[in-house]
């Protein structure tokens, strides 16, 4: 019922930036809230960033100050814009989506950072 397409991901050297997509597309009830996991090889998949659909807005310690996550309610899509890359940010990112206790999950997109 509901898709999430997700786009942004690459390869950058360390410091450098990249914004990262995901829109949304089905039946989304309006009260949701859209998050960015990541999980690096090996390693368990561990929370990014989340916003409300209100606006609200949560970060993991390790990205704070370094990533922004924000959202278009008309486009339903949510963006995370990664400044100051580091090599340990690097990962399969995954968008998801909760709404009337439903979970949904995009693809991943791979983000390498690396000289």
């Known amino acids: 019922q509901v898709q999430l397409v997700e786009s942004g991901g690459g390869l950058v050297q360390p410091g450098g930036s990249l914004r990262l997509s995901c829109a949304a597309s089905?039946?989304?009830?309006?009260?949701?809230?859209m998050s960015w996991y990541r999980q690096a090889p090996g390693k368990q998949r561990e929370l990014v960033a989340a916003i409300t659909s209100g606006g609200t807005t949560n970060y993991a310690d390790s990205v704070k100050g370094r990533f922004t996550v924000s959202r278009d309610n008309a486009k339903n899509t949510v963006y995370l814009q990664m400044n100051s890359l580091k090599p340990e940010d690097t990962a399969v990112y995954y968008c998801k989506l909760v709404t009337v206790g439903v979970s949904h999950w995009g693809q991943g997109t791979q983000v390498t950072v690396s000289s």
């Open positions: 089905g039946s989304i009830f309006s009260i949701n809230v």
